[in-house]
């Protein structure tokens, strides 16, 4: 089955705990992104991915790292987690560019930085 | 740069009747549009996009689209609603010039009534 699988679906940490969100996706996609969804607020982009090693900021990177050391996976850092990163987290892949056909996204990670 | 705008934060209808969700965008250039869906505990679904030709989209589960460039919107409609309908739906705006970054509307809670 063609997924985006994030790992894990919920998550509580305290302030200044490093921690890692995984991402992998199995549809060979060059495109990833990860974004940040909030009340009233919608779907933010933190970073993208055009493909290995290609990584630029979104509208919202302050406070994350990515990588992309593989095609398929697309990790989500926070080195010191503050309580206004507590929010719940997506990650997407496209064939293309998200804009042209749209994302495969996945379930979510919920965060609760306390 | 685009906006997206989403009027209606939370629209209940009723099972069986028919329903709009509205939205509205900004952009100084040409645009692709989609509709994302999202049901409780999931990630986003696209149910639809429009990328160019006819105004009118059909997606999947009974909805459909028209873009209307002069009014700058793109309303989602479906005839007639299902318990099953009920989630959060996003439109979002991509413009083509710069497809890779697509901005998010802040969503439309969908509540079907039995």
Redesign the interface.
């Known amino acids: 089955e063609a997924q985006v699988t994030q790992n894990p679906r919920y998550l509580i940490t305290v302030t200044g705990k490093k921690l890692t969100v995984t991402c992998s996706q199995n549809m060979n996609h060059e495109y990833m992104s990860w974004y940040r969804q909030d009340p009233g607020l919608g779907l933010r982009q933190i970073y993208y991915s055009m493909n290995v090693e290609v990584t630029d900021k979104g509208d919202v990177p302050e406070g994350y790292k990515v990588s992309r050391k593989e095609k398929r996976n697309f990790p989500l850092i926070l080195e010191s987690p503050s309580p206004n990163q507590t929010s719940l987290y997506f990650c997407a892949s496209s064939a293309s560019p998200g804009g042209l056909y749209g994302y495969t996204f996945g379930s979510g990670t919920r965060l609760t930085v306390v | 740069a685009q906006s997206?705008t989403q009027l209606d934060?939370q629209v209940p209808v009723f099972e069986e009747a028919p329903v709009e969700l509205r939205c509205n965008y900004s952009s100084s250039v040409s645009v692709?549009l989609?509709w994302?869906v999202q049901y409780p505990?999931?990630?986003?679904?696209?149910l639809l996009?429009y990328?160019s030709g006819s105004t009118l989209v059909k997606g999947i589960n009974g909805f459909e689209a028209e873009f209307n460039k002069s009014q700058t919107s793109f309303h989602l409609r479906k005839p007639s609603v299902h318990i099953s309908d009920t989630a959060e739906y996003?439109c979002a705006v991509?413009?083509k010039t710069?497809?890779?970054?697509?901005i998010?509307?802040?969503?439309t809670s969908l509540s079907v009534i039995p």
């Open positions: 997206v934060s692709y989609f994302y505990n999931q990630g986003l679904q696209l996009k990328l996003f991509s413009s710069s497809y890779d970054k697509v998010f509307g802040p969503g």
